[in-house]
Structures are given as C-alpha cells and as structure tokens.
C-alpha cells in the first residue's frame, strides 16, 4: 500500500480485540534493519514481485507504512530511535562526527571534546550515550544482536560477529560492497539460531548493510543496487525458513525498518576546503592535528554537516545568530550564496531556530505543545503553512507530504544538543558536502532533511492498529510491547498497536 494507505482498525473495539489476540503470543520480536532502504523502491519492487520473501512472510498479513526517520538521517545516529526511543538531539549524538565545545581543545590526540564513528572510534558510541537514556538490550537483557555497533546492555558474547567483523568492514568500504558481509552475517545468524534452538532470546536485531553501500558505490536506482535488494529479500526468507523449522515463526514479531534513503550524487562540494579559502583554520576527519582551528566541519551521510566556529578565539559552548552575525556573517553568506547547499540553520535567540535558503528565511520556535513558524520571503522548508502556530502533534501530519517532512520537529531535536553545529549545513539533491576525502567516490548521499533522505519503509509481519503517520521513534515502543516490557525510561514515541 503507498504511503496514504493504513491498515484498516476499524473502531476502538476492533484495536482492543487486536491486542488481545497479540498479548502473550510473541516470544521473538526481531528488528531487521535494512540500511539505506527507499520507500519507492520496496513499493516498486514489491509490486513487481522482486521482493517475494518480504511479500509473502512479511506483507501478505502485516502492515506496510512510509514512516519518518530522524534528522540527520545516517547510519548508526538514525538506529538510536529503534534501539532506544529517542531522538540523537536527546541521546546528544547530532551526528557521525560531532564536537563537544566545551570540552574541545584543537590538537589534542586524545580529546575527548570531538568525535568520528568512522573507524576505530566507533567503539566509543556506546560509551557516548547519555544514562538517562536505555536500549532495547538493557530493557530485554534476554537479547542478541549480529554486528552491532550500537550494543549497550548486551552481554558479551551475544552481539555476534561484531569484532570478527572489523577488517571485513574496511575491506568493504574499498571494495564499495557488502554483499559478503551481509553474507556472514546471515551464516552467523544462523548458526546463532540453531545453537540455541532450545533457549532461544526473546529480542534480535539484524543490521543488513548490502543496498546502503551499493547505493553510495552506483547510485541509489542503479541495477546492482535493486540486484542487494533482492539479496536481502532472499535472507530474510532464509531467516523466516529457520524459523519455521525451529516452530517459533507463529510467534515471532518480525520488523523490517529502514534508517534513511539514498539520493543520487553528481557533483561534491569540499566544505572544508570553502571554509578554508574563507581565512579559517579547519579542524575536521582525519585532521585533526591542527593546534590554532578557529573552524571544524564535521559531515554525516555526506549531505550534512555539523560546523563549529570560535568566538573571540575561544571554544565554550554554542552560539547563537547574534554571535555569528557579529564574528561570522561573511561566513553566514557564503554557505547560502552557494548553489549546492539547501539551506543553513542555527540556534537563533530565546531558544528558536533560524533556517536560511538565502532566497528566505524561517524562525521556528517551540514551547511545551506547540511549535511556532514563521518565514520572510521564500519558504526555505516549502511546508506550505502559513505563519502559524502548530500543536506538536500534529507536526507531523502536517508535513509528512512536503519536500521536508516532520521538519519541525526534527529541527527542534536536533538543536537539543549542545554537540549540534553551531551552524547545520544542508546539500542540495544532487550534491554533497565531502569533497575529495570522501575515498571511494560516493554516488549517492543521505543526512538531510529531504524526502529521499527521511522516508522509510517500516514494515511489520503482524497487522499493527496505527492508522496515522509514523517515526521510526515509534519502533522501540512498538518492540517492548510485543515483548511486553515495561520501559524505565520515557520515550518519545508511541506504540503502533
């Protein structure tokens, strides 16, 4: 079904009577998730029958959404809403790399003020996230997982293939395919599977990577890359097959989520190296030995970037637009003079957010229930809105078909975090933010706020009673209820039975 059509829940008493048919039934919920999905693409391929495990296990009884994913959308910060229900604003993980002001000093090998997951330092994430948050390991210790870069509260031994899988996952980033790697990952579910046939976990998250890399190696619509999407329907029909054997299939809750789209790349634009041309000192991956940085760039999915400047050469905390208008403004209009950026946005005074095309701006702000929205000029969020005042929950609904959709919101959590750029850098289609250190060369990108980048399949092999538009935030509550668990921690999504 397309993104307008829900699955049918006929009135409150129908969704109770749903429930009770679930409570006490499922004694396996598995996410699988498949990185770099497109909605269109698992529409277009499932109607044409390329897809036929997904169609027949998955869809033929379940629910099929066009769900949101979280600002930026890239890999591992965009599976923090499935894994432990809140946005990366609220886990403080804005991004693939990221700087902590308060805590940066420029050429130190060591510091701890700025972060890359990109090699070794991934291991630091889990470390990274705040306590106030859980996961679905901590809240179902009874869990398991395969290649997991995300993995607090798992017990060692049960994120398999994790470590064995570090050389292989370099290898494949030169190769510009996983293919093999989901390959391995699949023998490990497997053997997993049958090891523990008769104690089995009550949770599994599965991570397949094949179409995120065959989208960044061709494109995201080239044949190889519709070629790891028939590769993936064929493992999940595999892990259903074991399933079945093992007589555990008619109580398993199988989710198949996506963390972000694709959009095809043509042209790169080196950010660092514009900033650099401007007069700044530049602090970005892999340099990070430059003892005088006045400047940092900090790109994710190759679409977004985190910048981060000084203020009167010091590096304490964030700015807002009257700092940056003051020491930056050259700065300021050279990121939207550029016909490559979509737009920019920074944390403008008494907490809102300014958002700039350079053809218009927008000043967005928010208190407890409500997001205030106004703009000068051009829309540079084409919402379609007028200068308004919009109920939080219905944000949502309200731009779930725009070129940006649930930008309110996820703007708002995105500047939550005092690791956020000082300024958040946007590529328009077509383009991305990395420039000649991005090696092998991408084709595609993901990271901002556009439709290719947000819309995600969310896919379930039981009928949920949700008959709204959906977050990707709403996984974790979905999971624990199946599970029933109750969670120690709030959550900012709901559940979607």
Known sequence: MNGSERPATGDHTQSRSMMALRSGEIELAIIVLTDGFRTDVVHELTRSGDLPNISSHVLAEGSHFDGVTVFPSVTNVAYLPMLTGQYPGKANIPGIRWLDKAKF?????????QRTYVGAAHTKLNSDLPDTLETLFELCPDSMAFRSDIHRGLPNGHN??????????????YLKRADFIDSLVMR????????RAANLPRFIFLPMLDVDSASHA??????RTYDAYRRIDSAIGALVDRLKKLGVWSKTHLMIVSDHGHSKTDEHLDLSRMVTELGYGVFEHPNIFRSKADAAVAVSGNSFANLYVSFD???????NGDELDSQHKKLLNALTDRPEIEWIAYRNGEGSIKVDSGLGTALLGRD?????YSYFGADPLQLGLPHTRVVRDDALEMTIDTQFPDALEQLSQLFSSQRTGDIVVTSKPGFDLRGWR???EHRSSHGALRRDHMMVPILSNRPLAENGPMRTVDVFP???ESLELTTTRSVIGHSLW
């Open 188 to 195: 490990s579910v497997q053997g997993a599977l049958r090891e």
């Open 218 to 223: 061709r494109g995201p619509l080239h044949k």
């Open 160 to 173: 398999r293939f994790y470590k064995l899988s570090h050389p292989w996952m370099f290898l494949s980033h």
């Open 105 to 113: 000093k420029s050429g130190n090998l060591f510091d701890e003020g």
């Open 313 to 319: 050469g010091k590096w304490e905390r964030p700015l």
């Open 368 to 372: 407890e229930g409500h997001y205030d």
């Open 478 to 480: 979905t999971i624990a």
């Open 438 to 440: 991005e090696l092998p």
